[in-house]
């Protein structure tokens, strides 16, 4: 190649490289004044969820590891194997109670259930005696507990 050929090759990649930046700068500061307009409720409710299936996963393959390991004893296999069945139970209950939360008309609900407490977060400004009175009611149809162990939340 001739040197002016180099020259001129050198200079249209310097030149795309400059409106390379200039594009990815201009992109990154739209981007940035679209963030600022997302609520936190909704990062709330899906940073919960996302944290939430993480670590239920990472349960399941923990009691996976002791259900398929040739080193477990009977009474770990039996045990491993009864506290994945009760994390799937208590998945199943959640999730149908968030379910049928959203279906009384809130626009999204997280349920968490131990055993003798169940929370419910609800997005909603302000909750009334008849709202609370529908989630209550929605928790014990699905979970024999008092009324005593519902603690109900409200984010805005």
């Known amino acids: 190649?001739?040197?002016?050929?180099?020259?001129?090759?050198i200079t249209v990649m310097v030149l795309l490289l400059g409106v390379t930046g200039y594009l990815n700068v201009m992109l990154n500061n739209s981007i940035s004044s679209n963030k600022n307009t997302v609520t936190t409720t909704s990062s709330y409710f899906q940073t919960y969820r996302t944290t939430r299936e993480s670590t239920r996963d990472q349960e399941m393959l923990y009691y996976d590891a002791i259900i398929s390991s040739e080193a477990s004893s009977e009474d770990a296999i039996k045990s491993a194997e009864a506290s994945k069945l009760a994390l799937i139970n208590l998945m199943d209950k959640e999730l149908a109670v968030e379910g049928l939360i959203k279906a009384k008309g809130f626009e999204d609900c997280i349920v968490s259930?131990?055993?003798i407490k169940v929370n419910a977060v609800v997005k909603a400004n302000e909750l009334n005696a008849t709202q609370v009175a529908?989630?209550?009611?929605?928790?014990?149809?699905?979970?024999?507990?008092?009324?005593?162990n519902i603690k109900i939340f409200n984010v805005e």
């Open 1 to 9: 190649m001739k040197k002016r050929t180099k020259i001129i090759i």
């Open 113 to 115: 259930i131990s055993d």
């Open 134 to 148: 529908q989630i209550v009611s929605v928790i014990q149809s699905q979970i024999s507990t008092s009324i005593e």
